[in-house]
Structures are given as structure tokens and as C-alpha cells.
């Protein structure tokens, strides 16, 4: 078993080592859902079997230490050297192979079922919803908001609430779902919406935008105009440069529910098809969503995101936001 555990956490050293240098994308869930089943084993196996196994070598030392000062007290020998305490407690410990696997599984099972279902971290990794979100937040993502979905598989259990107007939420990307998205719902099934000369418009009415002054992206080190936008019962700040092109061409991989989206040289309408939601991020001119790739179907929704938990930059940026 030793020999197993080694090959095991060599696969694992491999698997972590080419996810870190880009070799392949690596699946988190998938990992940790694989290593509470292989910790489960060995925690199982440690319980029914080894651990069994070694208490009755321990106590079989016991006995036959106990027999034998009996047989010599017998003999008149009341002196017996020896004592047995240390090579029993050599006995009833746990070897590190097991210390190692079965050892982990209770810590290993609370955060697999923690982030399965009731809230994963996630990190920003570019700009496309700046200024809401920056560059290194580290935010959480609600699981349950949307309902209960089984773990890797992401098939829904339970219905909660339904994703609204201006929802954070993030979600696999359905050019290649192993990637987590992260932008905000502008549409919602049945509704039609329209990005035209920068302006955004749902069911044919203009979505409110209120001037606020520049925007300072210090990555960039760039001012950008800022705006606040009201989306249902949310209101949250973007960024539009008025001086690019509304003009958006979209990509190949964009082939599901295509025709439902028309695009000229103001910009982009679509008539958002069931089960399926517009994002955008509020970074406007800065972000690739569906615009250009299409629409999010509902079983591609990790959870809605609520909490920015750590900026190691900027602790200023830890709170709650829309």
C-alpha cells in the first residue's frame, strides 16, 4: 500500500505541476472530488481493516508478554526485564502512508462539500469588470443562490432563486466549459436586447446611464470615463470609451442560437432564447462576453458572486458589492 500511496501522490505532483505551467487546464473540482474518494478508501480501509489489524497485534503482544512473567512467576522468577509498552505503541501506530491519506479525508471532505455547495473562491484574472471588480480581487462565489447542483457535473437538484438583471454571476465558458467566466446578466431569457452606439437597451428601452467622471485604472494607468448603470433593482458603475466603434464581429465557436442575434455597424440585438442569459462585463469596451461568443446556457452557472474577501494590493477592496 505504501508503494501505492507514492505512485498516487506522484500523479498528483504531475497533474498539479502541468496545470501550474500551462501544459493542460486543470479541473479543481474534479480534483478534489477524486481525492475525497481516494482519501474515503483509505480512511475505510484504515478503520475496518488496519487499524483492526493492528490493535489485535498489539494486544497479541500484550498477551503473550503477560504469559510469559506468568510462566516465569510460575518458575519462582519474580524479576522479569522487559517492558513491551514501547514496541506496543510502535504497534498501534499509524504508518504515514496512512497518516497522509486517511488522515486527510475529514478535512478534505468538509472543504469539498463546502465548495461544492455552499461557497468556492475564485480570482479575477483580467480587467473586463473593472471598476466593480479588479485585477487580484479574490471574491466568493454563492453556490446555492441559484440551487443545489451536484458537484463536477454541475446538474441541477433543487431550483433556488433565477438569475436577474445585474446579477455578478460566474459561470463555465461555453467555448470551453473547463474555464470559469466571470460578467454581469444584462438579459434575460425572452428578453431582447440591444448594445447600439455604446448604449444598451432591453425590450427596446434604454437602460438609465448617469455620467460620473473619470475612472483611474491604475494597471493601465489610464482615465477612462466612468457611468452608472441601472439594471431591475441594481445600480452599478461601468466603463465606455464614446470614442471607439460599436462594430462586433463574433467569433467562429459562436454557432448555438447564432441567428438569434443581428449584427450591423451600430453594434449588436439578439433575442435571448430559453434557458440561456446575456452577459457583459462592465468594462465595456474591454471585455469578450456574449456579444461576441453568445449566450450562458443555465447549466453552465456556477453561483452568483457577492463578497471580495482579499486583495493582497489593496485591503481597501475587501466588502460586499453589486
Same mark, same amino acid.
Given at each position: 500500500?505504501?508503494?501505492?500511496?507514492?505512485?498516487?501522490?506522484?500523479?498528483?505532483?504531475?497533474?498539479?505541476?502541468?496545470?501550474?505551467?500551462?501544459?493542460?487546464?486543470?479541473?479543481?473540482?474534479?480534483?478534489?472530488?477524486?481525492?475525497?474518494?481516494?482519501?474515503?478508501?483509505?480512511?475505510?480501509?484504515?478503520?475496518?481493516?488496519?487499524?483492526?489489524?493492528?490493535?489485535?497485534?498489539?494486544?497479541?503482544?500484550?498477551?503473550?508478554?503477560?504469559?510469559?512473567?506468568?510462566?516465569?512467576?510460575?518458575?519462582?522468577?519474580?524479576?522479569?526485564?522487559?517492558?513491551?509498552?514501547?514496541?506496543?505503541?510502535?504497534?498501534?501506530?499509524?504508518?504515514?502512508?496512512?497518516?497522509?491519506?486517511?488522515?486527510?479525508?475529514?478535512?478534505?471532505?468538509?472543504?469539498?462539500?463546502?465548495?461544492?455547495?455552499?461557497?468556492?473562491?475564485?480570482?479575477?484574472?483580467?480587467?473586463?469588470?473593472?471598476?466593480?471588480?479588479?485585477?487580484?480581487?479574490?471574491?466568493?462565489?454563492?453556490?446555492?443562490?441559484?440551487?443545489?447542483?451536484?458537484?463536477?457535473?454541475?446538474?441541477?437538484?433543487?431550483?433556488?432563486?433565477?438569475?436577474?438583471?445585474?446579477?455578478?454571476?460566474?459561470?463555465?465558458?461555453?467555448?470551453?466549459?473547463?474555464?470559469?467566466?466571470?460578467?454581469?446578466?444584462?438579459?434575460?431569457?425572452?428578453?431582447?436586447?440591444?448594445?447600439?452606439?455604446? &448604449?444598451? /437597451?432591453?425590450? %427596446?428601452?434604454?437602460?438609465?446611464?448617469? =455620467?460620473?467622471?473619470? *475612472?483611474?485604472?491604475? $494597471?493601465?494607468?489610464?482615465?477612462?470615463?466612468?457611468?452608472?448603470?441601472?439594471?431591475?433593482?441594481?445600480?452599478?458603475?461601468?466603463?465606455?470609451?464614446?470614442?471607439?466603434?460599436?462594430?462586433?464581429?463574433?467569433?467562429?465557436?459562436?454557432?448555438?442560437?447564432?441567428?438569434?442575434? &443581428?449584427? /450591423?455597424?451600430? %453594434?449588436?440585438?439578439?433575442?435571448?432564447? =430559453?434557458?440561456?442569459? *446575456?452577459?457583459?462585463? $462592465?468594462?465595456?469596451?474591454?471585455?469578450?462576453?456574449?456579444?461576441?461568443?453568445?449566450?450562458?446556457?443555465?447549466?453552465?452557472?456556477?453561483?452568483?458572486?457577492?463578497?471580495?474577501?482579499?486583495?493582497?494590493?489593496?485591503?481597501?477592496?475587501?466588502?460586499?458589492?453589486?
Amino acid at each position: 500500500m505504501s508503494a501505492l500511496t507514492v505512485a498516487l501522490f506522484g500523479a498528483l505532483a504531475i497533474y498539479l505541476g502541468g496545470w501550474y505551467a500551462g501544459y493542460w487546464i486543470g479541473n479543481f473540482s474534479l480534483l478534489l472530488f477524486v481525492m475525497t474518494v481516494v482519501t474515503l478508501a483509505y480512511w475505510l480501509a484504515e478503520r475496518f481493516r488496519f487499524a483492526p489489524a493492528r490493535a489485535a497485534a498489539a494486544q497479541t503482544l500484550t498477551s503473550q508478554d503477560a504469559q510469559r512473567r506468568a510462566d516465569l512467576a510460575r518458575m519462582g522468577i519474580d524479576k522479569v526485564d522487559g517492558d513491551v509498552e514501547a514496541a506496543r505503541q510502535q504497534l498501534l501506530t499509524q504508518p504515514w502512508w496512512l497518516d497522509w491519506t486517511a488522515g486527510l479525508f475529514p478535512v478534505i471532505l468538509i472543504v469539498f462539500l463546502l465548495r461544492s455547495f455552499l461557497f468556492e473562491p475564485f480570482k479575477i484574472p483580467s480587467g473586463s469588470m473593472i471598476p466593480t471588480l479588479l485585477v487580484g480581487d479574490l471574491i466568493l462565489v454563492n453556490k446555492f443562490h441559484y440551487g443545489i447542483r451536484l458537484p463536477v457535473i454541475n446538474t441541477k437538484l433543487i431550483a433556488n432563486n433565477d438569475p436577474k438583471h445585474g446579477d455578478v454571476i460566474v459561470f463555465r465558458y461555453p467555448v470551453d466549459p473547463r474555464i470559469d467566466y466571470i460578467k454581469r446578466v444584462v438579459a434575460l431569457p425572452g428578453d431582447e436586447v440591444a448594445y447600439l452606439n455604446q &448604449r444598451l /437597451s432591453i425590450n %427596446g428601452k434604454p437602460v438609465e446611464l448617469k =455620467a460620473l467622471g473619470d *475612472f483611474y485604472d491604475e $494597471d493601465s494607468m489610464r482615465y477612462a470615463p466612468r457611468f452608472r448603470e441601472g439594471l431591475g433593482t441594481i445600480e452599478h458603475d461601468l466603463l465606455v470609451q464614446p470614442n471607439l466603434p460599436s462594430l462586433f464581429r463574433p467569433l467562429e465557436s459562436f454557432q448555438r442560437f447564432r441567428d438569434q442575434c &443581428r449584427y /450591423s455597424a451600430e %453594434g449588436v440585438t439578439c433575442k435571448v432564447p =430559453a434557458g440561456h442569459y *446575456f452577459v457583459m462585463g $462592465d468594462n465595456r469596451d474591454n471585455s469578450q462576453d456574449s456579444r461576441f461568443w453568445g449566450f450562458v446556457p443555465d447549466e453552465n452557472i456556477v453561483g452568483r458572486a457577492f463578497f471580495v474577501w482579499m486583495n493582497f494590493g489593496n485591503l481597501g477592496r475587501i466588502g460586499s458589492f453589486q
